[in-house]
């Protein structure tokens, strides 16, 4: 088992900054493939980001590359999102997410850890 919990979401205006922490204690997770998902109201969850616990690869998707940047603290147990230039349309709750087969996929039905999510809200 695998314990997340996000921090750090809140309100911020167009063009700025946050950065997201995702907190994971439980079982050993050093193989784990790590992500930060998104839902804004009414619409499906949709992938945003994800690294491998153990070597540090990562991917993005389109929306938030050169945007966005996922790392991973090892000694703290802890991923985070640097999100930056941010948009109305990141407005979302983010949610973090752990594989314990290591893939970095963008499909959410791949995960079988989640934490609570943290909201996110961009305004104009």
């Known amino acids: 088992q695998v314990q997340l919990v996000e921090s750090g979401g809140g309100l911020v205006q167009t063009g700025g900054s946050l950065r997201l922490s995702c907190a994971a204690s439980?079982?050993?997770?050093?193989?784990?493939?790590m992500a930060w998902f998104r839902q804004a109201p009414g619409k499906e969850r949709e992938f945003v980001a994800a690294?491998?616990?153990?070597?540090?690869?990562?991917n993005y998707s389109e929306s938030v590359k050169d945007r966005f940047t996922i790392s991973g603290e090892n000694a703290k147990n802890t991923m985070y999102l640097q999100m930056n230039s941010l948009k109305t349309e990141d407005t979302a709750v983010y949610y973090c997410?752990?594989?314990?087969?290591?893939?970095?996929?963008?499909?959410?039905?791949?995960?079988?850890?989640w934490g609570q999510g943290t909201q996110v809200t961009v305004s104009s």
């Open positions: 439980g079982d050993t997770y050093s193989n784990y493939g």
């Open positions: 690294i491998s616990w153990r070597g540090g690869t990562t």
């Open positions: 997410a752990a594989d314990p087969f290591g893939s970095r996929s963008s499909i959410a039905g791949l995960y079988r850890y």
